[in-house]
Nanobody, 119 residues
């Protein structure tokens, strides 16, 4: 089992910045990719950014150039630096990872952290 705990959400004005963190706990599993998703009211959950355990990254077009995903494998932590925030970035942000051992390969989700960007 892997537990994911997010932190760093909050209220910020448009143009501001926030940094989200997600710490994974648990043993006996190899964490593969880690990602951030978000879900705004009335919308489906969407992928924001993903990072492999080798550091390769990919982003949704809507956040390219503004958001940066990174990870510290030793700390089993993934970060999302969000700059130049816009009101349309308002959503609950969820941490996600894929982890496996010899008998299991599955995705895990955090509880989510609210990000609100005021205009």
């Amino acid at each position: 089992q892997v537990q994911l705990v997010e932190s760093g959400g909050g209220l910020v004005q448009a143009g501001g910045s926030l940094r989200l963190s997600c710490a994974a706990s648990g043993s006996g599993l190899t964490i593969n990719f880690m990602a951030w998703y978000r879900q705004a009211p009335g919308n489906e959950r969407e992928l924001v950014a993903v990072i492999s355990n080798g550091g390769a990254t990919d982003y949704a077009d809507s956040v390219k150039g503004r958001f940066t995903i990174s990870r510290d494998n030793a700390k089993k932590t993934v970060y999302l630096q969000m700059n130049s925030l816009k009101p349309e970035d308002t959503a609950v942000y969820y941490c996600n990872c894929n982890a496996n051992n010899r008998i299991s390969n599955r995705d895990y989700w955090g509880q989510g952290t609210q990000v609100t960007v005021s205009s």
